[in-house]
């Protein structure tokens, strides 16, 4: 794989508080990564790194192969940013903000943006009267605007509704699929696992996790459930090609079903439920679990 940024011993001091301690990570061409931690420990830091936004105290950062730092910024000619809270001038258009941002006055890109995003009722108005949603997705744009070959996105959905959050979640994959690479730090992890591939975890300014989801393996529906007759039940599950086995005096089914199906097939046999317990495997515990080890 072709590599887009490497970090390599990465250290960050601020007076005698060590920020961030020997960080190291690579990211690939194609890749969508999520950066993951509690608060404080330094996520932000590490993309303001990236950026050449910050001094550090050892450690090399390269994009494209051209060392960044706070003088080298060659390597940041093809790299779109959204750190922290946006900043607008309050009293030009959203259109206005995308056509000064658009270094080549790619008129389709900018349009390809305000429809992706569904801004066009208010692309044209002052973003002085811009909700919290608005200065946000705005925002996403303007960071997409040149379609960069790699993006740092600090918390993107923030302060967006469910609709919004899907068409920034549609955006960025779209963007992926026609070469951007991302590194993405949200605190929704559930919105997070839907378009990243690789996620990074950050614990008090020290790497603790790397790996790609196929790590955390296929996700997988499980009902735990105990019935008058366990041995009827599982067969006329079978029968209707559920996978069930029985355990410790219940049955466990797992797979693809739909849990209303699997009622209505064992109360056809007449059998009553002692109980249901329905687990998901969750991609939020996985992480939580990961940190709490740690």
Known sequence: MTKSVE????????????????????????????????????????????LGMIENNGGLISIDGKEVTVSKREGLKNVGSLIENPVLYPYLSGMQHLQLFSETKNNEMIDYLVNQLNMQNYINKNAVNYSLGMKQKLAIAMALVNQPSFAILD???NGLDPK??????????????KGTTFLISSHILAELEKIINRVVIIKKGTKIFDNYLEYFGNKVNKTLVKTSDNHAAAEILKENGIEVSINNNELTIVGDFKLQEVIDLINSQNISFTSIQTINDDFEDDLIQILDEK
């Open 164 to 177: 919004s959050t899907k068409e920034v979640r549609n955006l960025i994959v779209d963007l992926n699929k």
């Open 7 to 50: 970090i390599s011993y990465l250290n960050k001091r601020i007076g005698k508080r060590l920020i961030l301690n020997n960080i190291s990570f690579e990211i690939n061409q194609g890749d969508i990564v999520g950066l993951v931690g509690e608060n404080g420990a330094g996520k932000t830091t590490i993309m303001k790194s990236i």
């Open 155 to 157: 918390e993107p959905v």
